[in-house]
């Protein structure tokens, strides 16, 4: 004949012992958990991490050259081997009767930023009289130590378009932020 059907489950059974524990406090790991340690030698004071980081601010700048600086902005920095971050971020606009560009962009020390590549940004419009809220960022590597002179430029686009009329820092808080950064992985 033909086996029967499956028989119920049975009763629940009593639990088990709780197995060995490791040396990493996981279960289920080989080996039995050794004893503690000794306390080690306390380490020699460590130097807290500081941010080197400066904000210059100007309310309603209402800068209209159109070629030239706009800002400068001071800052002391701490080692040869940091970068230095530059940071603006402030109302931008460029506007003519017909199309054209604008360029604004970074110096230190008199010298555009170039390594790795210059910080700049451009607004290129065919004639609109619209500003807008820019921020314009990087990094400036090989830079020395000491006092350094941060400025913040206009001027015409590298590829030739007309200049025409622009305008930084209109009608609101404008600001360059600029920040030492140790690049050391």
Same mark, same amino acid.
């Given at each position: 004949?033909?086996?029967g059907r499956d028989g119920r489950d049975g009763a629940k059974g009593d639990r088990g012992d709780q197995?060995?524990?490791?040396?990493?406090?996981?279960?289920?790991?080989?080996?039995?958990?050794?004893?503690?340690?000794?306390?080690?030698?306390?380490? =020699? %004071? @460590?130097? &807290?991490?500081?941010?080197?980081?400066?904000?210059?601010?100007?309310? /309603?700048?209402?800068?209209?050259?159109?070629?030239?600086?706009?800002?400068?902005?001071?800052?002391?920095?701490?080692?040869?081997?940091?970068?230095?971050?530059?940071?603006?971020?402030?109302?931008?606009?460029?506007?003519?009767? =017909? %199309? @054209?560009? &604008?360029?604004?962009?970074?110096?230190?020390?008199?010298?555009?930023? /170039?390594?790795?590549?210059?910080?700049?940004?451009?607004?290129?419009?065919?004639?609109?009289?619209?500003?807008?809220?820019?921020?314009?960022?990087?990094?400036?590597?090989?830079?020395?130590?000491?006092?350094l002179t941060v400025a913040f430029h206009v001027g015409r686009c590298a590829d030739g378009h007309a200049?025409?009329?622009?305008?930084?820092?209109?009608?609101s808080y404008s600001r360059v932020i600029l920040e030492e950064l140790d690049m050391a992985d």
């Amino acid at each position: 004949g033909r086996d029967g059907r499956d028989g119920r489950d049975g009763a629940k059974g009593d639990r088990g012992d709780q197995g060995p524990v490791c040396g990493d406090g996981v279960k289920g790991d080989r080996g039995d958990q050794g004893p503690p340690g000794e306390k080690g030698e306390t380490g =020699s %004071p @460590g130097t &807290a991490a500081r941010a080197r980081v400066k904000q210059c601010v100007w309310n /309603n700048l209402d800068n209209g050259a159109n070629s030239g600086k706009i800002v400068d902005c001071q800052f002391n920095k701490a080692s040869p081997t940091t970068a230095l971050r530059l940071t603006w971020n402030g109302s931008l606009r460029y506007t003519g009767s =017909s %199309p @054209g560009c &604008a360029r604004w962009f970074f110096t230190v020390n008199g010298e555009e930023c /170039n390594n790795p590549a210059p910080i700049d940004g451009i607004v290129y419009t065919p004639g609109a009289n619209i500003h807008r809220v820019s921020t314009v960022d990087g990094l400036c590597y090989n830079l020395p130590d000491g006092p350094l002179t941060v400025a913040f430029h206009v001027g015409r686009c590298a590829d030739g378009h007309a200049g025409g009329d622009a305008s930084t820092g209109w009608n609101s808080y404008s600001r360059v932020i600029l920040e030492e950064l140790d690049m050391a992985d």
